[in-house]
């Protein structure tokens, strides 16, 4: 039988830009409208399509700003859209405990009056950003979205990097990896990878209740792992609950009703009655680092980079300072006519937030450990740390300024500047 197929000629559509960013989740589309901001061109591949991307049910998580990243989202132009259905952070309060025991009377307790820079983040929905993020794409000239596009294909040749996602010839002088913790634009490039499983799946639901939160964000440390329950719009909190895999494997199997009362006993009572506000989610934590975060023609951002546990909070906001980072390296190259994709550039942006994304894993990774086990003495001691800290208002503030993402040598975006 003959092949139907004889004689056809394949089609490739040709694209060029200056970056190619494989991953349209919230890393990508952030550094593409940042890249786009200072004039250059951008090409963005996502396995998703974007309606699949707006589907409020897409994904129910919610994201803890920290106050320089929505400096960055207000210079890439999406901060004012996203405003009104933004939830200041005015308060953290941390404390350790055990379920159904009530808190440890050492705590620390930061407000945002002693920052003097306004509310020390906000709390933003998924929902909310990825929509954000999406129009603000769609709306610019210098940004070309492929959606849905899989990736098949990366080489180097001479000076362009090479992209084949679904019968499109992606032709740039970089390509970023914002693809994930298992980024294949990673593996192509012969990046390896460190990975350790935590054991445990982080819990993920909005909770409604019926008092007022105050605008005050919680962290209670438990011998399973954390809970962390951050103030959203009206009487709802978003909840990150980690547990041991095999317990919350059962508990994401309860129905609403009965996941309220497990849920009870580490919650409290101190924001009255509660209920499932929305979908229920869970995540496998694990922590995993790239080995380098560039090679030839190649850089890493977010999770494809660094993934991290999520007990401070800081994993989207350590992807935007990266996206920030490079960016405003690429940017700086181009006006002075450099080669963008040229090794010595992508080394500025390794050296720029190698050391900063290491410290912030070992940090996480070694906070995990101190507080999810139930041993007399190390609780003892961390009480006794968090009690020091919130008597000591230089090192409370220091704490403060941290969480804020005010700490360190900052992007010129994060500090809401432009590029």
């Known amino acids: 039988m003959d092949n139907p197929d004889a004689g056809r000629i394949l089609q490739i559509m040709s694209i060029q830009s200056d970056i190619a960013i494989v991953g349209g989740g919230l890393?990508?589309?952030?550094?593409?409208?940042?890249?786009?901001?200072?004039?250059?061109?951008?090409?963005?591949?996502?396995?998703h399509a974007p309606d699949a991307r707006r589907d409020a049910e897409f994904d129910g998580r919610s994201y803890a700003l920290a106050l320089a990243s929505t400096r960055m989202l207000d210079a890439v132009g999406v901060?004012?859209?996203?405003?009104?259905?933004?939830?200041?952070?005015?308060?953290?309060?941390?404390?350790?405990?055990?379920?159904?025991?009530?808190?440890?009377?050492?705590?620390?307790?930061?407000?945002?009056?002693?920052?003097?820079?306004?509310?020390?983040?906000?709390?933003?929905?998924?929902?909310?950003l990825r929509r954000a993020y999406l129009d603000a794409v769609a709306a610019h000239d210098g940004i070309t979205h492929l959606a849905p596009a899989m990736v098949t294909e990366q080489k180097v040749d001479g000076p362009w990097a090479r992209v084949l996602a679904d019968?499109?010839?992606?032709?740039?002088?970089?390509?970023?990896?914002?693809?994930?913790?298992?980024?294949?634009?990673?593996?192509?490039?012969g990046i390896k990878?460190?990975?350790?499983?935590?054991?445990?799946?982080?819990?993920?639901?909005?909770?409604?209740?019926?008092?007022?939160?105050?605008?005050?964000?919680?962290?209670?440390?438990?011998?399973?792992?954390?809970?962390?329950?951050?103030?959203?719009?009206?009487?709802?909190?978003?909840?990150?609950?980690?547990?041991?895999?095999?317990?919350?494997?059962?508990?994401?199997?309860?129905?609403?009703?009965?996941?309220?009362?497990?849920?009870r006993?580490?919650?409290?009572?101190?924001?009255?009655?509660?209920?499932?506000?929305?979908?229920?989610?869970?995540?496998?934590?694990?922590?995993?680092?790239?080995?380098?975060l560039v090679a030839e023609r190649v850089a890493l951002v977010g999770d494809a980079a660094h993934g991290i546990h999520p007990i401070a909070g800081q994993g989207l906001n350590q992807g935007l300072r990266?996206?920030?980072?490079?960016?405003?390296?690429?940017?700086?190259?181009?006006?002075?006519?450099?080669?963008?994709?040229?090794?010595?550039?992508?080394?500025r942006y390794a050296a720029w937030r190698r050391f900063d994304a290491t410290m912030l894993a070992r940090a996480t990774d070694t906070f995990n450990a101190l507080f999810s086990n139930d041993n007399r003495t190390v609780r003892a001691l961390r009480d006794i740390g968090l009690g020091i800290v919130n008597a000591t208002p230089a090192l409370r503030r220091g704490f403060m300024r941290e969480a804020a993402g005010l700490t360190g040598d900052l992007p010129k975006l994060l500090q809401g500047k432009p590029l």
């Not at 007022?212 to 909840?239: D, E, K, Y």
């Not at 919650?267 to 229920?280: K, S, Y």
Request: glycine share 10%.
């Open 79 to 128: 901060w004012d859209v996203l405003a009104p259905d933004a939830q200041p952070m005015l308060e953290i309060k941390v404390t350790d405990g055990r379920a159904g025991e009530g808190p440890s009377p050492f705590w620390m307790h930061f407000d945002h009056a002693e920052l003097g820079e306004g509310p020390m983040g906000f709390m933003v929905e998924d929902r909310h």
């Open 322 to 347: 990266d996206a920030a980072a490079l960016a405003e390296v690429l940017t700086d190259a181009m006006r002075r006519g450099e080669d963008i994709g040229a090794e010595d550039v992508l080394a």
């Open 265 to 292: 006993p580490a919650f409290g009572d101190f924001l009255g009655a509660l209920h499932v506000a929305g979908a229920r989610f869970s995540y496998p934590l694990n922590l995993t680092e790239a080995e380098s």
């Open 193 to 263: 990878r460190s990975f350790k499983d935590y054991g445990q799946t982080a819990l993920v639901a909005a909770i409604g209740h019926e008092k007022p939160h105050g605008g005050v964000a919680h962290q209670f440390f438990m011998p399973a792992g954390p809970l962390a329950i951050l103030p959203l719009t009206g009487n709802r909190s978003a909840i990150v609950w980690a547990e041991e895999t095999a317990r919350a494997e059962a508990l994401s199997a309860l129905d609403d009703d009965a996941f309220i009362e497990a849920l």
């Open 167 to 189: 019968g499109h010839e992606v032709r740039a002088r970089v390509i970023v990896g914002c693809d994930g913790r298992r980024s294949g634009v990673a593996e192509r490039a």
């Open 27 to 47: 890393n990508g589309t952030g550094l593409a409208l940042a890249l786009a901001s200072s004039g250059l061109t951008v090409t963005l591949i996502d396995s």
